[in-house]
């Protein structure tokens, strides 16, 4: 159950409400990845300004709101809940580079549903998007439309429906499936870290990190040497790397987990311990970078980095993506790596970065039957999400137990 926050005089705190220790009252909110602050001696004060605040901007962006164009809807939309820095970020970049361009300065009114087909198609087959990817473009455009509704700005919902877009879309390679993450098999998770380790891709070491802790891809960008305690061999895991960007500028922060459980304290395989060994000595005998400050935030030095126009700096979310999707493509057509390596598999599937986390945890599960440990091992926010990972995988060994019982028993 979450924890009621009250003040010195025992009221309880609305969410982004905070009494300060001089008793002042402060409200904060990430408006479209901007944190606004506003203050007040006390808490009636600060409901008003919060109030009027809200009111005055809302009214800004909804003058006329029968001509409203989508790039307004959009900042309405971002003003109309309360939510986490990272999910900002996402939400923002998720519209500027995939709906801005093309719908932004067209009127709510004046979008059809066919408007929101085609671009969908466009990043299909054109872009050759994945399609999780499709789907959060139409379900951001599903929730603003929603709004729009709701505010009587339309009647109907243009983005409806509009998946069945790509029922039959044709012209892209990657289609993954529609439901549930990609987990690699065994194999393929070996010839995966074989190829990436032999084409010394800057990535392996934090793909291996991945693979060997579960973590999400902001978790292990994130993660700094003071979190790792090498006596012990163990990591820390507190916190997540965010990327945003003012004008043309990429910035790096931190923010906290996901959920409160994803603060957590994980052993480091062996296989894993050697290669962050190797990095700290190589890192102690070799010349420094140019622009190596990029790594340090906080006073605290990344470990995971990339080097881009011969510049070093932090990894995002898309990086890893992008050379994720560069070393599949590579991986597929290599052949020489396949005859010096008979018996791995002929091609590995497309996947996102966040496949590398549902392979770790649907091989976890395959190993332990403990849900407690695998959710805190995890840092899943409730045990019914571990469930829902643990009973996929149970098919999976089920379905296995029930053939090999066949093969064996039945004689089939």
């Not at 009647?155 to 039959?168: E, F, G, R, S, Y």
């Not at 296989?271 to 605290?300: G, W």
């Amino acid at each position: 159950m979450r924890k009621v926050r009250k003040d010195s005089h025992g009221r309880v705190l609305r969410t982004g409400e905070f009494e300060r220790y001089d008793g002042i009252y402060v409200f904060q909110k990430t408006v479209c990845g901007n944190k606004k602050t506003i203050y007040a001696s006390s808490l009636e004060a600060l409901r008003q300004k919060v109030s009027e605040a809200v009111e005055y901007r809302f009214d800004e962006l909804g003058k006329n709101l029968k001509s409203i164009t989508l790039d307004k809807a959009f900042e309405r939309f971002m003003l109309s809940r309360i939510i986490r820095n990272t999910t900002a970020y996402v939400q923002r970049n998720l519209y500027d580079h995939y709906i801005k361009k093309r719908l932004g300065k067209k009127k709510v009114n004046e979008i059809t549903h066919s408007d929101i087909r085609q671009l969908l198609i466009y990043h299909f087959t054109e872009k050759h998007l994945s399609l999780n990817t499709i789907k959060s473009i139409q379900g951001m455009l599903h929730a603003i439309f929603a709004l729009m509704v709701s505010d009587q700005v339309i009647t109907i919902n243009p983005a409806q429906q509009a998946m069945k877009a790509l029922a039959h879309a044709e012209g892209s390679s990657l289609r993954e499936e529609s439901n549930g993450q990609k987990v690699l098999t065994t194999d393929e998770e070996k010839a995966f870290l074989m190829y990436a380790k032999e084409t010394d891709s800057f990535f392996y070491p934090l793909w291996l990190f991945m693979l060997s802790t579960g973590a999400r891809v902001g978790e292990a960008s994130a993660i700094c040497w003071d979190d790792i305690d090498f006596e012990k061999k163990i990591v820390s895991i507190n916190k997540t790397l965010v990327c945003s960007y003012k004008g043309k500028e990429r910035i790096f922060s931190f923010n906290p987990t996901k959920t409160k459980n994803g603060v957590r304290k994980l052993p480091i395989l062996s296989t894993l311990y050697a290669v962050l060994e190797k990095m700290k000595n190589d890192k102690a005998t070799r010349k420094s970078f140019p622009h190596e400050n990029n790594l340090l935030i906080n006073d605290q030095e990344l470990i995971f980095y990339c080097i881009v126009n011969n510049r070093i700096r932090a990894v995002s979310n898309f990086d890893v993506n992008h050379a994720l999707k560069k070393l599949i493509t590579n991986y597929n057509s290599d052949k020489l790596f396949k005859e010096i390596h008979p018996g791995v598999p002929t091609s590995l599937p497309l996947f996102s970065s966040h496949a590398l986390r549902h392979t770790f945890c649907s091989r976890l599960c395959e190993n332990e039957v403990n849900l407690k440990v695998i959710q805190e091992i995890m840092g899943h926010g409730n045990i019914h999400m571990t469930m829902d990972v643990y009973a996929q995988s149970n098919e999976k060994k089920n379905s296995l137990s029930l053939l090999q019982y066949e093969k064996k028993i039945l004689g089939e």
